[in-house]
């Protein structure tokens, strides 16, 4: 399968995702309590204009692609959940920002670094599907198996594309959102 059609399944898990993060009702922010001040906290670290919060928020989001990939193997659980919890968390999240603040306080907080973050997401997880499933053909059709060093090499090829992608995304992220969203 061209990897063009994998980057059309990852965009439609992704848009999955975030469908069902625009119908979540807001009321379900009270259930995840416990997880929003685990991020509160986490985020208190995370200082605008500091090169290590923007080392940080680069290894936090390289490592999610890598295990992803790494894990892709099994039933391709790891992309396709990386995706649409990804999908789902932003449209919710912005949902409850809106509701707070404005749309337009959500696309400044969101689309500077996101130009280079949601591709980065894309391509990275597309490539974890491509290879998850060549592994998973690969276990079943001995034809398969020669061909999943090529597939490996080449996916591998689009995954450091999507980790080159997440530098910028974490300077920016790091050095430009907060001036906007102040």
Same mark, same amino acid.
């Given at each position: 399968?061209?990897?063009?059609? %994998?980057?059309?399944? +990852?965009?439609?898990?992704?848009?999955? #995702?975030?469908?069902?993060?625009?119908?979540?009702?807001? #009321?379900?922010?009270?259930?995840?309590?416990? /997880?929003?001040?685990?991020?509160?906290?986490?985020?208190?670290?995370?200082? @605008?204009?500091?090169?290590?919060?923007?080392?940080?928020?680069?290894?936090?989001?390289?490592?999610?692609?890598? !295990?992803?990939?790494?894990?892709? @193997?099994?039933?391709? =659980? +790891? *992309?396709?959940? +990386?995706?649409?919890?990804?999908? %789902?968390?932003?449209?919710?999240?912005?949902?409850?920002?809106?509701?707070? /603040?404005?749309?337009?306080?959500?696309?400044?907080?969101?689309? *500077?670094?996101?130009?280079? /973050?949601? *591709?980065? =997401?894309?391509?990275? /997880?597309?490539?974890?599907?491509?290879? #998850? +499933?060549?592994?998973?053909?690969? !276990?079943?059709?001995?034809?398969?198996?020669? &061909?999943? @060093?090529?597939?490996?090499?080449?996916?591998?090829?689009? !995954?450091? =594309?999507?980790?080159?992608? &997440? =530098? @910028?995304?974490?300077?920016?992220?790091?050095?430009?959102? *907060?001036?906007?969203?102040?």
């Amino acid at each position: 399968m061209s990897y063009k059609r %994998w980057i059309f399944i +990852a965009v439609f898990l992704f848009g999955i #995702g975030f469908a069902l993060g625009l119908a979540t009702p807001a #009321g379900i922010a009270s259930l995840l309590s416990e /997880e929003i001040s685990a991020i509160k906290q986490f985020s208190s670290i995370l200082v @605008p204009f500091n090169a290590l919060t923007a080392l940080l928020i680069l290894a936090k989001n390289a490592s999610a692609l890598l !295990l992803s990939f790494f894990f892709s @193997p099994i039933l391709c =659980l +790891a *992309p396709i959940l +990386a995706l649409t919890l990804n999908g %789902w968390l932003l449209a919710f999240v912005s949902t409850l920002v809106i509701q707070q /603040e404005s749309l337009g306080y959500v696309l400044a907080g969101l689309f *500077p670094h996101g130009i280079f /973050e949601l *591709p980065a =997401l894309i391509l990275g /997880e597309a490539a974890a599907l491509s290879f #998850g +499933a060549m592994a998973i053909l690969a !276990l079943f059709k001995k034809k398969r198996r020669s &061909l999943l @060093p090529l597939c490996l090499r080449q996916n591998l090829r689009y !995954l450091m =594309l999507a980790l080159a992608l &997440l =530098l @910028p995304a974490a300077i920016i992220e790091t050095y430009v959102t *907060p001036l906007l969203l102040t």
